[in-house]
């Protein structure tokens, strides 16, 4: 399995910020674009944002665009999503995956990865 574990989540403030971070133990992420994707109670899976295998892409959903960063260190085989600027409306339980696109390519939709493992809660709320 291609599992990562997403962390990080937690209650914050609208406004206030939050860092996740998506990790694997038993294999390296270098190979792989990484996608990051949320999901409120009620609703379906939304995509969030992705990096490319090689750092050099990255892309964003609209609603999150300007707020959100993600992030990658390989010396850590971790990858970041860096949340400020946060609104009730993100409130979700966030998941990371892998995929497979060309090396500097990489795509927001959630179809295009595989693995959602152990999700993070985010709470945005006063």
């Known amino acids: ?9 937690g209650l914050v403030q609208p406004g206030g910020s939050l860092r996740l971070s998506c ?3 038993e294999f390296s992420l270098d190979f792989y674009a990484i996608g990051w994707s ?3 109670p009620g609703k379906g899976r939304e995509g ?4 490319s295998s090689s750092g050099a892409a990255a892309n964003y ?9 993600i992030s990658r260190d ?4 971790t990858v970041y999503l860096q949340m400020d600027g946060l609104e009730p409306e ?7 995956a892998v995929g497979s696109p060309p ?24």
Do not use: E
């Open 74 to 77: 390989n010396a850590k085989n």
């Open 38 to 40: 949320r999901q409120a």
């Open 90 to 96: 993100d409130t979700a339980v966030y998941y990371c």
């Open 61 to 69: 959903a609209d609603s999150v665009k300007g707020r959100f960063t």
């Open 103 to 126: 090396k500097n390519m990489c795509v927001v939709d959630p179809a295009f990865y595989d693995h959602w493992g152990q999700g993070t809660q985010v709470t945005v709320s006063s």
């Open 23 to 25: 990790a694997a133990s």
């Open 48 to 51: 969030v944002s992705c990096i």
């Open 1 to 9: 399995q291609l599992q990562l574990v997403a962390s990080g989540g």
